[in-house]
């Protein structure tokens, strides 16, 4: 059974940073891509960030610079080093795994509950 638990989430103010964790288990994790997408009341989810099997990552334009992800392939685990917060960056972060990666920034398998992140200014 795939499981994704998202941990980190809280409330930071602007400027500042915090690091989210996704838990992977129930699949070949070092094989899948994993993203990062989030969700703000009353708005449509965004993509975020994602990375492949190699390792490559890509970011939507509004966090390039500011967020970083990356993998450990040994623990099973995703990160989403977030810095420079704003209060725009104010929503829920999902994980997300597209285990064949075949699906680009939208074609995920499975999600996680999601970690709440809140930015004031």
């Known amino acids: 059974q795939v499981r994704l638990v998202e941990f980190g989430g809280g409330s930071v103010q602007a400027g500042g940073s915090l690091r989210l964790s996704c838990a992977a288990s129930g699949y070949t994790y070092s094989s899948a891509c994993m993203g990062w997408i989030r969700q703000a009341p009353g708005k449509e989810r965004e993509w975020v960030a994602m990375i492949d099997s190699d390792g490559y990552a890509q970011y939507a334009d509004f966090v390039k610079g500011r967020f970083t992800i990356s993998r450990d392939n040994a623990k099973d685990t995703l990160y989403l080093q977030m810095d420079i917060l704003k209060p725009d960056d104010t929503a829920m972060y999902y994980c997300?795994?597209?285990?064949?990666?075949?699906?680009?920034?939208?074609?995920?398998?499975?999600w996680g509950q999601g970690t709440q992140v809140t930015v004031s200014s």
């Open positions: 997300a795994a597209d285990l064949l990666c075949d699906g680009g920034t939208w074609g995920w398998d499975y």
